[in-house]
């Protein structure tokens, strides 16, 4: 069936390949639509019924092996591109025409990750079976080369490293949206690497670069809203990380699980996670300084308010005492910015709305121009705690800066991020206060930056 309606352009679009390589249809059918294709007409193309096509633009998952099939000869999609090129046709099974799992199952697969995190972490050697934890399916369906090296060097190794640092820099500044096809597959060709000759020094170091590759590619899953992924990338991070040659590659790692439990998990099992990270961590001021105050975020929102500011004090001590410069290279990027920005959201969460505007306010003078996603959220912040403090003229100036920022950011966070402002905004909008028409206007800009990343778990 012909598709000169689609322009070339969907497909070179990075938010879209890397839809592709998830299968995540409703991503790349809502890229269509922006670019004019109707809903009938990618019914038309699909063999879908249009009542379909708009289920799924709604955010309903397509698991059919016959449809995916169908979509990607309907629309002209290389196959490769989703997985299905030299694939087996999977036997149609209960579970893959299921619905997603129920909420038992994500609280069982959070225990069994805290377990086996706790048992690396605190000397009980796990079996990696144990971990419960197996390749993303987004992973197993890449198309990229099945044959590893001959043999593989140090210089290899540093590749990936770099790799793994110009990654962290774009998801630092715009989010990490459009980046997980990219890192994904360099995980999965790594971990090809292992099958090649090389001394044992250079096999201690991709260990632990491949505990690193799977802690970036599962932020970047989480960047995504792939949670699933996201865990399961963790889990084989510390699978690696427990016999590679870098120890704080673990503490990264749980880190980053714990950054994924805070903003779409459980405030508690964050907690949990930074705390055995800490643990990992006893090495570097800097990193135990970032553990300790994410550790203090994590209790301003679960349930140890108590500990909030002996976490916060000590470690804005810790960062107090370490030479950044000197210190693990993954975590330099944690400056004065961050400690502003990170002790102002801390304060934000404890009600102390006075000492969360001055912290937020100086972190985002402290941005630098390039920082845009950090900015938009302490931006977000602050204007909520100016609200709280009935500053309404700076809420709505500071809101207006975060939602025009918001824009050029890529991440399934903004949502979370920007909630608490939104509710300040509707609060006021439903009332008849002085501040009414711009809390309405605010309210409306922020849905128009937060509305449609769907977060699958």
Known sequence: ????????????????????????????????????????????????????????????????????????????????????????????????????????????KRRKFLSYAGSLVLGSRAESAESALRLPAEMRYLDVPRTPPGRVGASDVVALDELIGSLRRIDQRYGGVGQYGTIAAATRHAELMLE??????????????LCKLHATAGWTAVENGLLASGHEHFGRALDFGRDGADPLAIARTLYAAGRAELHFGDANSALKLFQLGSIRAESSPLVSSVLQLNSAWAAAQGERGDSVHRLLDHGRGLHAAAKIDADYPLFRWFGEADLLGMTGSIQLAMGEYESAALHLSRAVAARAPGEVRSA??????????????????????????????????????????????????????????????????????????????????
């Open 1 to 108: 069936m012909p598709t000169e309606d689609i322009p070339p352009t969907v497909w070179r679009c990075a938010e879209v390949r890397d839809a592709l390589a998830v299968r995540d249809i409703g991503t790349v059918y809502r890229a269509l639509r922006a670019h004019g294709v109707s809903q009938s007409r990618i019914a038309q193309l699909t063999g879908q019924a249009q009542s379909e096509v708009s289920d799924v633009l709604n955010g309903r998952a397509v698991r059919s092996y016959d449809l995916l099939s169908r979509i990607a000869t309907g629309l002209g999609i290389p196959r490769g591109w989703m997985g299905l090129a030299g694939e087996d046709r999977p036997a149609p099974t209960e579970q893959s025409t299921s619905d997603a799992p129920p909420e038992e199952d994500e609280k069982t």
């Open 376 to 457: 938009v959220f302490e931006l977000a912040s602050l204007a909520e705690a100016k609200f709280a403090l009935g500053d309404h003229g700076a809420a709505v100036r500071h809101g207006r800066r975060s939602v025009l920022l918001a824009g050029g950011v890529r991440s399934a966070r903004l949502h979370g991020r920007l909630a608490g402002l939104r509710a300040r905004c509707a609060e006021i909008a439903d009332s008849p206060h002085p501040w009414h028409d711009c809390a309405e206007e605010l309210a409306l800009g922020i849905d128009s930056v937060i509305a449609p990343r769907p977060v699958r778990r």
């Open 196 to 209: 090649s000759s090389m001394t044992e020094d250079v096999r201690s170091e991709l260990l632990a670069t």
